[in-house]
């Protein structure tokens, strides 16, 4: 059975579910109450990662996000967008699917050079209390 949601009703603490009831009827079923979830800082903290992969995660992802952004107002198809970084086109194509596991920080600090995007470092050394 396909369940179909009332887009209007949609919060965040809670939705109603509709069930499709075999000729083109749709019907109410229930109230669903969806958990709060408070946040850790990261989708890679709540995840479970440890501290190390999570922070490895959040760059490649903030350099992933920076190539996308890039190569958008740059207008490069991907064929052309391999070219200039020197990498297939199916590389292109696993970047805008956000395949993050493929890409080392190597990697993406590289394309962002070639794309005339300069990257810094900053080590936030404060002690936690």
């Given at each position: 059975m396909n369940?179909?949601?009332?887009?209007?009703?949609?919060?965040l603490s809670s939705f109603r579910t509709w069930r499709h009831c075999g000729q083109?009827?749709?019907?109410?079923?229930?109230?669903?109450?969806?958990?709060?979830?408070?946040?850790?800082?990261?989708?890679?903290?709540?995840?479970?990662?440890?501290?190390?992969?999570?922070?490895?995660?959040?760059?490649?992802?903030?350099?992933?996000?920076?190539i996308e952004e890039q190569l958008e107002k740059s207008s490069l198809t991907q064929a052309q967008a391999s070219k200039l970084l020197g990498v297939s086109q199916p590389?292109?194509?696993?970047?805008?699917q956000g395949k993050i596991h493929l890409f080392t920080i190597d990697m993406l600090?590289?394309?962002l050079t070639k794309l005339g995007k300069p990257v810094y470092l900053v080590i936030d050394d404060?002690?936690?209390a």
């Open positions: 369940c179909f949601y009332d887009d209007d009703q949609l919060n083109g009827n749709v019907k109410h079923e229930e109230d669903v109450k969806m958990k709060q979830h408070v946040t850790k800082g990261s989708v890679f903290d709540d995840l479970g990662f440890d501290k190390a992969e999570a922070a490895n995660l959040k760059i490649r992802a903030a350099l992933m996000r920076g590389r292109i194509s696993d970047l805008k600090v590289i394309m404060r002690i936690a």
